[in-house]
């Protein structure tokens, strides 16, 4: 295993160990982002996107008090424009950035709200320690979770969905898990080890595997079922075409006939 290496851009750090890449929002005091730091996040997940080393990221923020409550307001009304260039990967690095095929975990301690819950459900996987708060208050200044209200009623109950983002009322970390939001609660203190489990699991499973279900997911999503599944079928998506011509593929059934592990090289 690589030995672990440690990186920090402004209000970014990252530490990444194997395959597994650390991205922490250090912003005090309430790690809220601005432009230059959705830019800066735009460009460290693409650069996790790109680099085939890496097979899985956490985001997590510094304290145990906020995680992230989303838009840098002060920012905003000292003329940070909210409709501005957020960067390649759109707020916060991730809502927007294409082709993003492999895994990204959450770890939210704290407050997590506005545009910093919309960041959360831009991952794969959420766990939280009990201290965690959520909301969607966009309602209170007078504007709109653009990206919360187009995914959260496909992941939710309808109307739970529309109580959040009608009311923007706060919800704890057992609401969020009976909703299946997060995964899992944690202890503040057990959160990051438990993000790292989980990543060290991912990391050593199939990563064409865990892109092809990603491709499917996303583009399945607005799809008929059979329509999704001729696309998958006739090998019409890169990732499940890669897959399916791929050593990885062969080496999940030499594994399963000769009783052992199977060694993953993602090729």
Same mark, same amino acid.
């Given at each position: ?75 905003? $009304? ?18 927007? +950035? ?8 959450? $770890? ?10 919309? +960041? ?99 583009? $399945? ?35 399963? $006939? ?10």
């Amino acid at each position: 295993m690589p030995p672990m290496q440690m990186r920090s851009e402004g209000p970014i750090r990252t530490r990444r160990e194997g395959g597994v890449l650390e991205v922490t929002l250090d912003r005090p005091k309430a790690n809220a982002i601005d432009l230059v730091t959705s830019r800066i996040m735009g460009l460290v997940f693409r650069e996790f996107r790109d680099d085939d080393t890496l097979r899985v990221a956490i985001l997590r923020a510094e304290g145990e008090k906020f995680f992230c409550p989303g838009w840098d307001l002060k920012a905003a $009304a000292a003329g940070d424009a909210v409709d501005g260039d957020y960067g390649v990967g759109g707020f916060g690095g991730l809502q927007e +950035l294409p082709n993003l095929n492999k895994p990204v975990i959450c $770890a939210v301690n704290g407050i997590c709200c506005g545009g910093g819950l919309e +960041l959360a459900l831009s991952c794969d996987l959420i766990l939280c320690s009990g201290n965690a708060t959520f909301a969607l208050p966009e309602i209170r200044s007078g504007t709109v979770a653009d990206a919360a209200s187009i995914k959260l009623p496909k992941r939710i109950p309808y109307h739970v969905a529309m109580d959040l983002l009608l009311t923007g009322r706060w919800f704890d970390a057992e609401e969020a898990l009976r909703w299946g939001i997060v995964k899992e609660i944690t202890t503040p203190t057990d959160l990051l080890q438990k993000a790292w489990d989980l990543a060290r699991l991912l990391e050593s499973g199939p990563p064409l595997v865990y892109a092809a279900i990603k491709e499917v997911v996303r583009e $399945a999503e607005d799809m008929r079922f059979q329509d999704a599944l001729n696309r998958i079928t006739k090998r019409q998506m890169a990732t499940v075409d890669r897959l399916y011509s791929s050593e990885d593929q062969l080496e999940g059934a030499r594994a399963f $006939a000769e009783k052992r592990d199977p060694v993953w090289k993602g090729r």
